[in-house]
């Protein structure tokens, strides 16, 4: 067996390892200890690990020098027979699949956003352009400071006028005559449109609306034309005519709109409403002509309500114009008139004069009168000549079977019966 000093002379020798290292055992090797005879005991000499993760000398030493790329706590003196020099740790690949996770996941979202950006950008350009369509109902070149005034403030101040004046009626008639006089505002769009459209004359219009002004004359002689009563059916009227006036001027300027004209026109108007209607309450309120209490004893429930129903009110009146005919929509106006008739009955026990109802009836039925088409009378005309023409024919074939009946029967008896030329 070889010695130890002849092991540490071959070492010096040779030179392949540093000066510290020569005194120093593989870890995790059993080294020969006792009295130098070489008969020893074998004991571990493992290095024992320090509080800041360095074994021993050995390690401090391959730290300084980086010896084999080493990091406290995994040099090389640890792995036996450097099988495990290299070898990568459960931790290094672990991490690598999470990095190529990420990264998939930022390529995915990268696409994912664009996709959404292309579908965004593609779906807003058609909105846009058909924004530009229907902003050309203001002139060629769009939407103007000065058209925009001139195209809507008019519309917007009959309409405020239209319903303000309705709901001062309200303070002096009941519902339902209010609603009875603001059936009348068909006559006066007829009227107004003979007259500035130059519409198409017709007498059955022109008799609807002299049963309309009958009636408004007998509503307010029900009371003897003074008092609340006279007040309250001027009121009424005067929100017929600017409605009436209101509609005339919507045929003026926009003719036959299609439903994204009418709704780019509306929004035009509400925003006109915002910045300078919103102004009159206030206006009205230092004039000294409204009073209002503090802000909490306002009815802010029947108000909100009140706001909800005039805004489904003024979107079906315009929309539903276009989307179904008019007509319909006509005909739900007139049933205002009995649907406030049987509120006013049942929970404010109104008791109608025979006056009042028979201006009512007088005015609905004008109201009907108007809502006949143009054509109505060659349409009547053309019914009335199809109901003749199938009598007639049902009157030649009555005869006809009456006629083969009797000659089956004359042969029967042996007699045949000769038709006069």
């Known amino acids: 067996m070889i010695s130890h000093d002849g092991v540490l002379e071959s070492e010096e020798q040779s030179g392949s390892r540093p000066e510290s290292l020569k005194k120093m055992h593989l870890p995790g090797k059993t080294s020969p200890t006792g009295d130098g005879c070489g008969g020893g005991a074998f004991v571990d000499s493992s290095p024992k690990v320090t509080a800041n993760g360095v074994h021993d000398i050995e390690d401090r030493i391959l730290r300084i020098t980086g010896y084999y790329g080493y990091n406290p706590g995994y040099s090389s003196h640890r792995r036996e027979d450097g099988s495990e020099s290299h070898a990568e740790t459960p931790g290094s690949e672990t991490s690598r699949e999470s990095h190529s996770y990420q990264t998939f996941t930022n390529t995915a979202l990268k696409v994912l956003g664009g996709l959404l950006m292309v579908l ?21 070149d769009g939407m103007t400071l000065k058209l925009f005034v001139k195209r ?3 519309f917007s101040i009959l309409w405020t006028l239209t319903n303000y004046l309705y709901l001062l009626a309200l303070k002096k008639l009941t519902a339902t005559d209010v609603s009875a006089l603001y059936c009348c505002h068909k006559a006066f769009v007829f009227l107004l449109s003979w007259i500035v459209l130059k519409d198409r004359f017709m007498g059955v219009r022109i008799v ?43 045929k003026m300027f926009l003719g036959s709109a299609n439903l994204g004209e009418v709704a780019h026109f509306l929004s035009t108007m509400g925003f006109f409403n915002l910045i300078f209607i919103s102004c009159v309450p206030l206006i009205l309120y230092f004039t000294k002509v409204e009073h209002w209490g503090s802000l909490s004893s306002l009815p802010w429930g029947y108000m909100c309500g009140l706001a909800g129903l005039w ?101 029967a008896n042996g007699t045949v019966s000769i038709p006069l030329a």
């Open 311 to 411: 805004l489904v009110f003024n979107i079906l009146v315009h929309v539903g114009v276009v989307l179904t005919y008019p007509i319909l929509i006509s005909i739900g106006t007139l049933l205002s008139v009995p649907g406030n008739a049987a509120i006013d009955v049942l929970k404010h026990e109104v008791i109608f004069s025979v006056v009042r109802l028979a201006a009512t009836c007088i005015i609905c039925l004008g109201f009907l009168l108007l809502l006949l088409p143009e054509e109505w009378d060659s349409v009547t005309l053309r019914f009335l000549a199809n109901i003749a023409d199938k009598k007639t024919e049902e009157h030649g074939e009555e005869l006809t079977e009456s006629s083969v009946n009797t000659r089956s029967r004359s042969r």
């Open 208 to 250: 609807a609306a002299i049963m309309a002004i009958t009636g408004i004359v007998m509503m307010a002689y029900a009371d003897g034309f003074h008092g609340d009563s006279f007040v309250g059916v001027a009121l009424a009227v005067g929100s017929a005519s600017t409605s009436a006036l209101y509609k005339v001027l919507f």
């Open 120 to 140: 965004c950008i593609s779906s807003s350009w058609t909105p846009i352009q058909k924004f530009r369509e229907c902003s050309r109902l203001f002139g060629e």
């Open 152 to 154: 809507t403030a008019p």
